[in-house]
């Protein structure tokens, strides 16, 4: 049996193990240890793919399970850390606490949608998964450790959270084209390749900001998917229109 082949599955196995672990410390009010694990899910996200090229070891069963891990460490560990920041102003009797956990919901749907979706092969037709989790993963740990800034203090109104999670859940299964973090190979200087290169200016310009003003690092995170979100809706309003033949 070659063991070249189960690596990949490892890896994602290991994305599965820090969503859970993720989930788990937010329960227990450790958020910023919840947000560590979403940011080595995220690493352990992209390395079983790369790595999954690199040993030729693709299998059904291993795009099955980085969507189940998907949806848990992108999905249901975001959509809790934005519940638990409201439950523990608000309690569980007002409906708008529970808004958030429709993120986990529509990350599902969304999985589901890339899996079948043959369009999304180099960029993907709404917002990816781990985006989503970034901006609800920083928010999260942000209100957590510094809850009497003023930011915070917006950010905890009834109406701010409920409605950014709306908001994330229609960005998850809309038809806005956005571009993909990973560089093909053979790939030149086209659409998305301009892009991210102004999300890369727009997020170092934004964490030395953030450095500059004495803010929270998880202030740049929120900053820098946010301006992913609205790169991509720029560029798609701004596309050239497809004339009919």
Excluded at 191 to 200: G, Q
Aim: charged fraction near 10%; proline fraction near 4%; glycine fraction near 8%.
């Amino acid at each position: 049996m070659s063991i070249r082949k189960h690596i990949p599955n490892t890896i994602t196995s290991l994305n599965l193990a820090c969503g859970t672990l993720g989930v788990v410390c937010t329960a227990m009010g450790r958020t910023d240890l919840a947000f560590a694990l979403m940011l080595a899910g995220a690493v352990f996200d992209f390395l079983d793919g790369m790595s999954a090229r690199a040993l030729g070891a693709y299998s059904p069963m291993g795009k099955e399970l980085d969507s189940l891990a998907d949806n848990i460490t992108f999905g249901l560990l975001p959509a809790f850390m934005l519940f638990k920041a409201m439950h523990s102003v608000y309690g569980a009797k007002e409906f708008f606490v529970w808004i958030p956990l429709l993120i986990a919901v529509f990350s599902g749907l969304r999985l589901a949608k890339f899996n079948v979706d043959e369009r999304q092969t180099s960029s993907f037709i709404g917002m990816p998964t781990p985006a989503c989790a970034m901006i609800c993963g920083s928010l999260g740990c942000y209100l957590a450790l510094w809850p009497g800034t003023g930011f915070a203090a917006l950010a905890l109104t009834p109406w701010f959270i409920p409605a950014l999670s709306l908001v994330l859940c229609f960005l998850l299964v809309c038809e806005i084209p956005m571009f993909s973090m990973k560089i093909h190979k053979g790939e030149g200087m086209n659409r998305d390749m301009v892009l991210r290169i102004i999300f890369a200016c727009i997020a170092i310009a934004g964490l030395i900001t953030v450095i500059a003003a004495g803010w929270s690092w998880t202030i740049a995170v929120f900053l820098a998917f946010t301006a992913y979100i609205l790169i991509n809706m720029v560029a798609a309003v701004c596309a050239p229109k497809k004339t009919e033949k």
